[in-house]
């Protein structure tokens, strides 16, 4: 089968306008891996290529980077990200479907649901390649070195790129990948956990965060029973992710889900004991309640902590 279509221009400009519209990127939210550096670290910055870039990187505290092309990359980026350079055509589809809301004169449509917002990085040979991100529905993934190096008070005006210093209402969710480590540390120190250093990070994290977002953490050891029917796959969130889903896994429907390789435990304490106490599911859940008591105990502020949630793999 040949790999180009040199008659596509003799088609009719209808016809060409709907193949065009179909090589877009579908409409469910969408999953957006980026690492993320603090400015500190500008000496391996200045190195580094695929930069997202933005009129005002010098002001904030934090630069988004594409991973390299050498590695899995999962983000709904890449689908349509060649259209905005193939040709005329392509670049008109993608102005049509996504720029409007990016002029001053339609502010008022950055705070719409389907929102766009539209970022770009220099590739290879200098280059400039062209995204799009759906604040409001896409899941933003940070892949960082080290959690404390974000002010999650301060985390939606550090990256402008959807964020509501440049009118959306903000990125409404962010995730970061989950570290079997954490959750063998609660396990271990259950139930005096308090004084563990990832404890703290994460009380932070949802004491700081705005509740109207939801921080989401992302376990690639977590997946789906195969066996679970379509009827039982209520999905209050899901993001579409490189021909998978990555879906939120509710305490209601934990039993439908498994671990791809079983969490290790020390044996100092009882297995079941530790074990229930050292995976994900239980690191969210014990992160959410102590967020909760915290702002029971002090009001620390009149909105409420920002949820943590708990995302796995589902390949149906």
């Keep these: ?15 060409r306008d709907q193949i065009w519209n179909l090589a877009v990127r579908p409409a469910c939210p969408g999953v957006h891996v980026f690492k993320l550096y603090n400015h500190k670290e500008a000496e391996d910055l200045e190195k580094m290529r695929h930069m997202v870039l933005d009129k005002d990187d010098a002001h904030v505290a934090h630069q988004l980077i594409i991973p390299d092309s050498d590695e899995s990359d999962i983000s709904t980026y890449l689908i349509d990200g060649g259209l905005w350079t193939a040709c005329k055509e392509s670049r008109h589809v993608m102005e049509r479907r996504f720029i409007p809301n990016q002029k001053p004169e339609y502010k008022q449509l950055r705070l719409e649901e389907d929102a766009s917002a539209t970022g770009y990085f220099i590739g290879h040979h200098g280059v400039p390649h062209y995204f799009t991100v759906l604040p409001h529905h896409d899941l933003f993934l940070f892949q960082v070195r080290d959690l404390a190096i974000i002010d999650w008070g301060q985390i939606d005006a550090q ?19 989950y570290k079997p480590e954490w959750g063998l540390q609660l396990g271990k120190a259950f139930p005096d956990y308090e004084d563990l250093d990832i404890y703290q990070t994460f009380l932070r994290m949802a004491m700081d965060t705005t509740a109207s977002y939801t921080i989401w953490l992302v376990d690639h050891n977590l997946r789906r029973k195969p066996e679970i029917p379509g009827s039982r796959r209520e999905d209050p969130m899901a993001f579409s992710a490189g021909g998978q889903r990555l879906v939120e896994v509710e305490g209601l429907h934990q039993d439908q889900w498994g671990y791809v390789k079983e969490v290790e435990v020390e044996e100092n304490k009882p297995y079941s004991y530790m074990r229930s106490n050292s995976d994900s599911m239980a690191f969210v859940e014990l992160v959410n309640i102590a967020a909760m008591n915290y702002w029971d105990s002090f009001e620390t502020s009149d909105s409420l902590p920002c949820p943590i949630g708990l995302l796995g793999w589902d390949s149906h």
């Design 1 to 15: 089968m040949a790999a180009v279509f040199h008659q596509f221009g003799d088609l009719p400009w209808e016809l």
């Design 159 to 177: 990256i402008p790129l959807g964020s509501s210093v440049r009118g959306y209402q903000g990125r409404l969710n962010i995730a970061v990948e």
